[in-house]
């Protein structure tokens, strides 16, 4: 089984890279294929742009986007490491999300309908957040989140969500609470 992370923090020391080298080495010690998309170390250029849709009209991919989308394709499990800012996916991420499952790639339109072009794909989401889980689960933050990340990005493309895992007000909890949470990247369903 071969293994894409979409990974987007800028902080190279963050915890989200710490979350991101423990999914890397589980996966790589239980002999997995792992390729890493690091878009801020890329320079992933996240503006969809006219130039993009003058392509996309011509039948041709920007170079860029052709390279995700052909990382994307030989991929069994899709796994999107981020923090939650403002309650929704980083900007690079969301610039990721616009430019490569575009038209024809994730999706289509056929016969008045919307079908999702990547089937048999599993999507597994990582997320860490600065507030405390009650704020998340009482106000249903969670529930928009995975709404509108699982369901009005991954399953509209065709794929399934095998899991979506909050880590909470990461900025403000102890190293050991830390510590066990990189842990428990070893329980999810890879």
């Given at each position: 089984?071969?293994?894409?992370?979409i990974?987007?923090?800028?902080?190279?020391?963050?915890?989200?890279?710490?979350?991101?080298?423990?999914?890397?080495?589980?996966?790589?010690?239980?002999?997995?294929?792992?390729?890493?998309?690091?878009?801020?170390?890329?320079?992933?250029?996240?503006?969809?742009?006219g130039?993009?849709?003058?392509?996309?009209?011509?039948?041709?991919?920007p170079?860029d986007?052709?390279?995700?989308?052909e990382?994307i394709?030989?991929?069994?499990?899709?796994?999107?490491?981020?923090?939650?800012?403002?309650?929704?996916?980083?900007?690079i991420?969301?610039?990721?999300?616009?430019?490569?499952?575009?038209?024809?790639?994730?999706?289509?339109?056929?016969?008045?309908?919307?079908?999702?072009?990547?089937?048999?794909k599993?999507?597994?989401?990582i997320n860490?957040?600065?507030?405390?889980?009650e704020?998340?689960?009482?106000?249903?933050?969670?529930?928009?989140?995975?709404l509108t990340i699982?369901?009005g990005?991954?399953?509209f493309?065709?794929m399934?969500?095998k899991?979506?895992k909050?880590?909470?007000?990461?900025?403000?909890?102890s190293?050991?609470a830390?510590t066990?949470?990189l842990e428990?990247?070893?329980a999810?369903?890879?």
């Amino acid at each position: 089984m071969k293994y894409l992370i979409i990974y987007a923090h800028p902080n190279p020391k963050s915890f989200n890279a710490a979350i991101k080298e423990q999914v890397v080495s589980y996966l790589k010690s239980k002999g997995k294929e792992v390729v890493v998309r690091d878009l801020y170390q890329l320079g992933f250029n996240p503006t969809l742009s006219g130039n993009d849709f003058a392509q996309f009209l011509q039948g041709q991919i920007p170079l860029d986007i052709k390279k995700e989308q052909e990382l994307i394709g030989e991929a069994d499990t899709l796994i999107i490491i981020h923090p939650i800012w403002w309650f929704n996916l980083p900007a690079i991420l969301k610039g990721y999300i616009d430019r490569v499952f575009s038209h024809g790639f994730a999706y289509k339109f056929a016969d008045g309908e919307i079908k999702g072009l990547l089937t048999g794909k599993n999507v597994i989401i990582i997320n860490t957040t600065g507030g405390p889980q009650e704020n998340y689960e009482n106000f249903g933050y969670k529930d928009a989140l995975k709404l509108t990340i699982c369901n009005g990005i991954f399953a509209f493309c065709g794929m399934s969500v095998k899991s979506h895992k909050f880590f909470y007000a990461v900025p403000t909890v102890s190293n050991d609470a830390r510590t066990k949470m990189l842990e428990e990247i070893k329980a999810l369903d890879f």
